[in-house]
């Protein structure tokens, strides 16, 4: 009932807002702010475009595409949401709806929340956080109860968002190796391969915490407080210089002069 009223009262809202981001993220890629680098104006991409595009197309789809790239457009075929059944009307629609939701408009969403948390973290020296987005609005305030509050509500949004996604993955794989007489369907299945994703995913963190390099030093903004973020990999310490025995001064090898003929390391004036 609740969600039949949201999609029938606050169907317009929702197009509305994400047509909007397209638009807008095509007018930063175009324009000059496209140009922008997500760090300190000297840092590089770590990676090729195309490994990029790898990552973010197999994080943002995955699973999901593989199974309703099919059973997206047959789900509306069969129950048109608007349309008449039969006709070529239905399969227009279904389609329609099927590019709408695995199309542009559903990473225009992944752009807008994305540079808002990488611009603010890797350039400005913000936490990587929802609650560093609202930088600009609440002010200080993002490092008190309103910014627990919106990092909260984040927090509750994503886990639904996950558990949503893990559901719909685990469906469909237990479907998969059911169809090939493999396991059967049942819930005890889909509760192991739940616990299977999980014990792959918290294997994986260390090996992204091992590849992922220090934060790169934000732009300094004068009016905004920041705190200190831990870098993922350590500095290197860099080895004491050695000390000349006759002067005792610190020895350099690219220096003029040594300081005495007995020394073989040429030191500081």
């Known amino acids: 009932m609740v969600q039949e009223n949201i999609a029938a009262y606050l169907g317009w809202y929702y197009l509305v807002v994400v047509g909007g981001f397209l638009v ?149 794989v237990n479907a998969g190796l059911a169809s090939l007489d493999l396991v059967p369907q049942s819930s005890s299945v889909q509760l192991l391969l739940i616990a299977g994703i999980t014990l792959a995913a918290i294997g994986s963190f260390p090996r992204l915490s091992r590849s992922c390099g220090s934060r790169s030093s934000g732009t300094p903004l004068s009016r905004w407080t920041r705190r200190p973020t831990a870098t993922c990999r350590p500095r290197r310490r860099r080895s004491p210089r050695p000390r000349c025995s006759a002067c005792s001064g610190n020895c350099r090898s690219l220096s003029s002069r040594p300081c005495s003929p007995s020394c073989s390391w040429r030191c500081t004036s």
């Open 24 to 172: 807008f993220v095509s007018w930063l890629g175009a324009g000059r702010f496209g140009r922008i680098r997500l760090g300190p104006p000297d840092s590089r991409p770590r990676y090729r475009y195309l490994t990029w595009f790898a990552m973010l197309f197999t994080a943002g789809m995955g699973i999901g595409l593989v199974f309703w790239a099919v059973a997206e457009p047959l789900s509306h075929l069969a129950d048109p949401p608007t349309a008449e059944p039969g006709g070529t009307a239905v399969r227009a629609e279904a389609m329609r709806f099927t590019f709408f939701h695995r199309g542009l408009h559903a990473w225009a969403i992944y752009i807008v929340v994305g540079l808002s948390l990488a611009c603010f973290a890797y350039r400005h020296r913000l936490p990587l956080s929802i609650r560093s987005a609202l930088y600009p609005l609440l002010g200080k305030r993002v490092h008190g109860r309103a910014g627990d509050a919106v990092g909260t509500f984040a927090v509750f949004g994503t886990m639904s968002g996950v558990a949503t996604s893990l559901g719909f993955g685990v469906l469909q």
